[in-house]
Every structure is written in structure tokens, then in C-alpha cells.
């Protein structure tokens, strides 16, 4: 089972869902913004309120049990949606401040498979990267108890602690086992990175789409400052490892790009929302090239099915995750936690329902990597694609240390850093 979050109250992300989240601010797929529901409206932690809720909102209405008298908890009920993006959770509060609450934690991103807990991203300058954690690095201990058979959230919460203490992590490396002890902080950081590859190409990377990030208008401010300053014709946008974010920013993010038409269309048990594009924003009239792979989900499959039904943009490297649902929160109101419930859809522009299959690349390029040149397989496809179009230079070079700053971006380390790269783990 493939199960990864982003987190705000223990790691560092100012957005969290313990399943590749896209979610809603409300019970609606038109909310401003995902994972803020707060709607308590009489539930209780009874197996009869939460089954009348379930009916309701939740968006796979057959899936729901007819006969509850099987189920001795709540929580083995939500279990026999056999979702893994609808559960009970513990602490209410906590989860939504990680979509929404401030950055504080240490710089991580988390991600279990097979029980497995590591780190994939590790954010540059943060208190993890600082005390030496690495790319995929897996986490076996935080102070003196283990991580094994722990979940995402219990993981979380081992994290906590007052800003300026230090967190023992003991994480494996390869063969080696070690201790290292960044400092719980508070602090920003930005979810893109962004440098010219040649004079008219050029690099937009998004690690995840953030409301609150380094920008006051989130990740699509981030991207639009740059497109301000930056007139290339062409621009690579890179989303792998991309594991989602928030729902607003993803389309607005889309809609820097696109002049007019249909940005995506959401949905719920009652209504439709087409979403459209509004003209005058500094990305339209460039030609987008998009890489993705097989953990490019949720949030940035929102941008990349978009762009490539509207703009036509040309899509490199694997198939991508498949998560074209939505969640929304609501609380209990006697007892400290809440329901994470699947409650919308999303269907690409031209209809195209990608949950659970994914989007599949125009190009397909698996990832290989040479530690000398610091270029990918993938990001050299995108290259070289761009360079064929009409009224681009094909002999341009590349600009000097611009595949290096690329890579220490994905990778989570300094560009003064190590020039080591780790292969990225892919589902």
C-alpha cells in the first residue's frame, strides 16, 4: 500500500493529508482552497451519525455498508470503504493546521511504503538538510522509540516538541544506521524553484502546491513573479515527485498559462463546477513542456491534464499516480477528532477521468542519471524537445551550473552542497 503525506506540525510543509491530498475547504469541490473543513453539523463518533454522513457527502455512495451492525467501531467502518483517502482522524486540530498552520517542524517530506518510512524531499537550508538528513533516508526511530508499525499521524505527533528542540532522528543509510538532531523551527520556504536553462528555455520546478508558502499568494504567486521577470518562449514545468497540495493553487496555477476555456471540472454527489480560464495573466502565448512521474498526483495532475488539453503541452516521462478525487474534513463534536472523507472528483477538460490509472506521457522516459553532467534522462528529453520547436535555437548552451541547481532542487540538497544525487524512489 502506497500511503505519503506532507506535513506542517512535524516535518515542515504547511499542507498535509495522509494520502496524496487534494481537498476542500468544504463539503463543495468549489471551495477556495482543500483540507479545511471544519463542518460539524450534529456528527458524532456513533456508527449510526457518521453512516448518515457517509450517505450524505461521500462521493462513492455503493461502497457504503447497508447493514452497520458488523462493526463494532467507526473506525471499522471508514475501513470498509477500502479507500485510502477516507479515515477517522485522531487529532482534528492538528491536521488542519498542517494544511494551513504555520511552517514548523523540521523540513521534511515523509512517505511509507510497505511500512517503510522515509524521506523523499528534503527541503534546502531547513533544519533537517542542515543537520545532514538526506534524500530517502529511512527513519527508524525518532528519540528513544521506534517508527516501526507506527502511522503517518502517530509519526507526526513523536515529532512535536517547542521550537528550538532538537529531534533525534535515527535513520538508516544504505548499510549505515545513524543519529542525526535538527531543531524543531519555525520558518518559510518556497514550493518552486525556478532558472533559465538557455536564453529561451526555461526551468519551473514544484515540489507542492502551497496556500501559505514563501509567496503571500501561494505556489501560482510564486510562478507568476517569475514569469514576470522571466520571457522565455519556453518553459519546462517539472512535477515530478509532485505529491499534490492545495486545490486553488493548482488551478490557478493552470490558469497562468491558459487564455481561455476549461481549466477542469470538479465535482460532487449534487453539482458540477466547470472551472474557466481568465485571460491576461504573464504565461499565455509560451509553449509548456511538462515532466512527470509515477509520483506526480493530485494537485499537479490538475495542471498537467489541463495544459495538455488546452495548451497541447507536450508530456515526458512515466505514467503519473492516478488521484482525481477530493477530500473534506468534519469535525466530531465529542470527541477531539473527526472524518477525512472523499467527497469530489476531478475530470480533466475533456472529460477524462485519470483516478486510479493516471495520466499517460506523450514521451515515455524512464529516469537515469549521470552524477558528472547532472543531467536526467527525462529533464534531457525535455531539452531536447524544446530546442526542435519553430524559432528556437537549437545550439544554445546550457547555461553554466543550471542542471546542477535543477537537481539540488529535486533532490533537497544545497547547490554548495554534495553534487551526490540519489535515485528518486518511484511506486
Known amino acids: 500500500m502506497f500511503f505519503a503525506t506532507l506535513i506542517s506540525t512535524g516535518c515542515g510543509n504547511s499542507h498535509s493529508d495522509p494520502a496524496l491530498a487534494t481537498s476542500n475547504s468544504s463539503a463543495l469541490p468549489t471551495s477556495t482552497s482543500e483540507g479545511a473543513s471544519q463542518t460539524s453539523s450534529g456528527l458524532t463518533k456513533t456508527l449510526e451519525s457518521v453512516l448518515f454522513q457517509l450517505q450524505g457527502v461521500y462521493l462513492f455512495p455503493d461502497a457504503i455498508p447497508e447493514d452497520i451492525s458488523e462493526f463494532e467501531t467507526v473506525e471499522m467502518l471508514i475501513e470498509a470503504l477500502d479507500d485510502p483517502f477516507s479515515l477517522v482522524i485522531d487529532e482534528f486540530t492538528n491536521t488542519i493546521d498542517a494544511f494551513f498552520g504555520e511552517f514548523r517542524g523540521i523540513g521534511v517530506q515523509i512517505q511509507q511504503i510497505d511500512d517503510v518510512t522515509f524521506f ?76 533559465a536553462i538557455t536564453n529561451q528555455i526555461a526551468y519551473v520546478g514544484v515540489f507542492t502546491f502551497l496556500q501559505r508558502s514563501s509567496h503571500p499568494d501561494g505556489t501560482d504567486g510564486e510562478i507568476s513573479d517569475f514569469l514576470l521577470r522571466d520571457v522565455s518562449p519556453v518553459i519546462i514545468m517539472d512535477f515530478r515527485n509532485n505529491l499534490g497540495g492545495t ?19 470538479l465535482f460532487d454527489l449534487n453539482r458540477t463546477d466547470t472551472r474557466i480560464a481568465l485571460a491576461g495573466h504573464p504565461g499565455e502565448g509560451r509553449t509548456v513542456i511538462l515532466l512527470q512521474n509515477g509520483l506526480s498526483a493530485s494537485a499537479s495532475e490538475i495542471v498537467i491534464a489541463s495544459l495538455r488539453d488546452n495548451l497541447g503541452s507536450r508530456i515526458i516521462g512515466t505514467q503519473s499516480f492516478g ?83 535543477i537537481k539540488a532542487f529535486r533532490q533537497g540538497t544545497n547547490t554548495e552542497g554534495s553534487p551526490i544525487l540519489l535515485e528518486p524512489f518511484e511506486q
Open 323 to 405: 488521484k482525481a478525487v477530493s477530500q473534506s474534513f468534519f469535525r466530531f463534536i465529542d470527541d477531539p477528532g473527526g472524518l477525512q472523507l472523499v467527497t469530489g472528483g476531478i475530470r480533466s477538460p475533456s472529460g477524462e477521468d485519470y483516478n486510479k490509472v493516471g495520466i499517460t506521457p506523450d514521451q515515455v522516459v524512464e529516469f537515469e542519471f549521470d552524477s558528472e553532467t547532472f543531467s536526467d534522462t527525462q529533464l534531457d528529453a525535455a531539452i531536447t524537445f524544446a530546442r526542435s520547436l519553430p524559432g528556437i535555437e537549437s545550439d544554445q548552451p546550457v547555461m553554466p551550473s543550471a542542471l546542477e541547481k
Open 120 to 195: 523523499p524531499v528534503v527541503f534546502p537550508g531547513q533544519p533537517a538538510a542542515v543537520a545532514g538528513v538526506q534524500v530517502n533516508d529511512i527513519l527508524l526511530g525518532i528519540d528513544s522509540e521506534w517508527v516501526e508499525g507506527k502511522t503517518i499521524p502517530e509519526i507526526v505527533e513523536m515529532l512535536q516538541r517547542d521550537v528550538g528542540e532538537p529531534v533525534h532522528l535515527r535513520i538508516q543509510r544504505d548499510d549505515a544506521i545513524i543519529t542525526v538532531s535538527p531543531i524543531f523551527s519555525e520558518f518559510q520556504r518556497s514550493s518552486v524553484f525556478t532558472t
Open 247 to 265: 486545490l486553488e493553487d493548482s488551478i490557478q496555477t493552470a490558469d497562468l498559462f491558459v487564455e481561455s476555456g476549461t481549466l477542469i471540472e
